[in-house]
Protein backbone atom coordinates (compact mmCIF):
# COMPACT_ATOMS: atom_id res chain seq x y z
CA UNK A 1 0.00 0.00 0.00
CA UNK A 2 2.73 2.13 0.56
CA UNK A 3 4.07 2.17 -3.15
CA UNK A 4 0.72 3.10 -3.94
CA UNK A 5 0.59 5.93 -2.23
CA UNK A 6 4.35 7.28 -3.18
CA UNK A 7 3.29 6.65 -6.62
CA UNK A 8 0.10 8.70 -6.54
CA UNK A 9 1.70 11.31 -4.16
CA UNK A 10 4.63 11.78 -6.74
CA UNK A 11 1.68 12.03 -9.62
CA UNK A 12 -0.17 14.42 -8.09
CA UNK A 13 2.80 16.43 -7.40
CA UNK A 14 3.87 16.52 -10.69
CA UNK A 15 0.31 17.37 -11.90
CA UNK A 16 0.20 20.34 -9.70
CA UNK A 17 3.75 21.21 -10.88
CA UNK A 18 1.56 21.45 -14.38
CA UNK A 19 -0.68 23.38 -13.24
CA UNK A 20 1.27 26.11 -11.62
CA UNK A 21 3.67 26.01 -15.13
CA UNK A 22 0.86 26.54 -17.28
CA UNK A 23 -1.18 29.24 -15.01
CA UNK A 24 2.40 31.29 -14.54
CA UNK A 25 2.88 31.40 -18.18
CA UNK A 26 -1.02 32.50 -19.21
CA UNK A 27 -0.25 34.88 -16.49
CA UNK A 28 2.93 36.19 -18.45
CA UNK A 29 1.07 36.20 -21.70
CA UNK A 30 -1.71 37.98 -20.19
CA UNK A 31 0.59 40.58 -18.95
CA UNK A 32 1.86 40.90 -22.67
CA UNK A 33 -0.98 41.30 -24.30
CA UNK A 34 -2.46 44.31 -22.15
CA UNK A 35 0.97 45.79 -22.74
CA UNK A 36 0.27 46.00 -26.76
CA UNK A 37 -3.83 46.24 -26.55
CA UNK A 38 -5.75 48.68 -28.57
CA UNK A 39 -5.41 52.04 -27.59
CA UNK A 40 -9.35 52.43 -28.74
CA UNK A 41 -11.60 50.21 -26.07
CA UNK A 42 -13.96 49.23 -29.60
CA UNK A 43 -13.87 49.69 -33.14
CA UNK A 44 -16.19 49.63 -35.72
CA UNK A 45 -16.43 50.15 -39.29
CA UNK A 46 -18.55 53.29 -40.92
CA UNK A 47 -18.94 54.45 -44.40
CA UNK A 48 -16.29 56.45 -45.46
CA UNK A 49 -19.18 59.05 -46.88
CA UNK A 50 -20.74 59.56 -43.56
CA UNK A 51 -17.78 60.54 -41.96
CA UNK A 52 -17.41 62.96 -44.00
CA UNK A 53 -20.87 64.41 -43.85
CA UNK A 54 -20.14 64.54 -39.82
CA UNK A 55 -16.87 66.56 -40.79
CA UNK A 56 -19.05 69.27 -43.16
CA UNK A 57 -21.27 69.57 -41.13
CA UNK A 58 -19.33 70.08 -37.66
CA UNK A 59 -16.95 72.52 -40.07
CA UNK A 60 -14.32 71.41 -38.21
CA UNK A 61 -13.86 68.38 -39.99
CA UNK A 62 -11.53 67.27 -43.41
CA UNK A 63 -12.82 64.69 -46.17
CA UNK A 64 -11.00 61.55 -47.14
CA UNK A 65 -8.63 63.93 -49.55
CA UNK A 66 -7.65 66.26 -46.83
CA UNK A 67 -6.46 63.38 -44.81
CA UNK A 68 -4.74 61.69 -47.39
CA UNK A 69 -3.21 65.16 -48.02
CA UNK A 70 -2.44 65.50 -44.13
CA UNK A 71 -0.52 61.88 -44.17
CA UNK A 72 1.82 63.32 -46.98
CA UNK A 73 2.43 66.49 -44.65
CA UNK A 74 3.21 65.37 -41.59
CA UNK A 75 4.49 61.75 -42.34
CA UNK A 76 6.11 62.58 -45.33
CA UNK A 77 6.35 62.07 -49.37
CA UNK A 78 9.39 59.68 -49.52
CA UNK A 79 11.09 57.27 -47.13
CA UNK A 80 14.34 58.11 -45.19
CA UNK A 81 15.25 54.71 -44.99
CA UNK A 82 15.44 54.67 -49.12
CA UNK A 83 13.96 57.95 -50.81
CA UNK A 84 10.93 55.83 -51.69
CA UNK A 85 8.04 58.13 -52.37
CA UNK A 86 5.07 57.44 -50.29
CA UNK A 87 1.36 56.69 -51.14
CA UNK A 88 -1.44 57.10 -48.64
CA UNK A 89 -4.86 56.33 -49.66
CA UNK A 90 -7.76 56.44 -48.02
CA UNK A 91 -9.60 52.30 -47.41
CA UNK A 92 -12.00 53.04 -45.04
CA UNK A 93 -13.60 54.35 -41.80
CA UNK A 94 -13.87 53.60 -38.76
CA UNK A 95 -15.12 54.53 -34.90
CA UNK A 96 -13.76 54.30 -32.15
CA UNK A 97 -14.07 56.14 -28.34
CA UNK A 98 -16.86 58.33 -29.80
CA UNK A 99 -14.61 59.87 -32.56
CA UNK A 100 -14.41 59.12 -36.29
CA UNK A 101 -10.89 58.47 -38.13
CA UNK A 102 -10.31 57.64 -41.79
CA UNK A 103 -8.32 54.06 -42.23
CA UNK A 104 -5.32 55.11 -44.55
CA UNK A 105 -3.50 52.07 -46.63
CA UNK A 106 0.51 53.06 -46.83
CA UNK A 107 2.99 52.19 -49.93
CA UNK A 108 6.11 53.04 -51.51
CA UNK A 109 7.20 53.16 -55.23
CA UNK A 110 9.75 50.58 -55.16
CA UNK A 111 12.24 51.22 -57.71
CA UNK A 112 9.76 53.33 -60.03
CA UNK A 113 8.32 50.11 -60.52
CA UNK A 114 5.33 48.97 -58.28
CA UNK A 115 3.74 49.66 -54.99
CA UNK A 116 4.30 48.16 -51.71
CA UNK A 117 2.09 47.78 -49.17
CA UNK A 118 4.20 49.40 -45.73
CA UNK A 119 1.24 49.46 -43.36
CA UNK A 120 -1.78 51.58 -41.77
CA UNK A 121 -2.55 54.38 -39.76
CA UNK A 122 -5.68 56.38 -38.40
CA UNK A 123 -6.32 60.05 -39.20
CA UNK A 124 -8.92 61.78 -36.97
CA UNK A 125 -11.68 62.95 -38.85
CA UNK A 126 -10.79 66.56 -37.22
CA UNK A 127 -7.34 66.02 -38.40
CA UNK A 128 -5.91 66.68 -34.75
CA UNK A 129 -4.51 63.05 -34.71
CA UNK A 130 -2.64 60.34 -36.22
CA UNK A 131 -2.40 56.21 -34.84
CA UNK A 132 0.12 53.88 -36.15
CA UNK A 133 -2.30 50.44 -36.53
CA UNK A 134 -3.64 47.61 -38.25
CA UNK A 135 -6.18 47.12 -40.76
CA UNK A 136 -7.57 43.84 -42.50
CA UNK A 137 -11.26 42.82 -43.79
CA UNK A 138 -13.06 43.52 -40.18
CA UNK A 139 -9.86 43.93 -38.00
CA UNK A 140 -9.08 47.30 -37.01
CA UNK A 141 -6.26 47.71 -34.32
CA UNK A 142 -5.25 51.35 -33.35
CA UNK A 143 -1.66 51.03 -31.48
CA UNK A 144 0.31 54.03 -31.12
CA UNK A 145 -0.16 57.95 -31.30
CA UNK A 146 2.18 59.26 -33.73
CA UNK A 147 1.11 62.71 -34.08
CA UNK A 148 -1.03 65.01 -32.41
CA UNK A 149 -1.89 68.57 -33.01
Not at 31 to 55: G, H, R, W
Not at 58 to 86: D, H, M, S, W, Y
Request: some cysteine; glycine content about 6%; charged content about 20%.
Amino acid sequence: MKKKTGVFLIVVLWVFTLVISFLGGMAYHWASISEISTTKDYIAEVPISEVESIAKEQKNGITKQEAENLCRKVLGEKAEENGFPISYRCISAVSADNKLYYVMNIAWLVNNNHWSYIGNCYVSSDGQEIYDGIASPAKYEMTELRWKQ
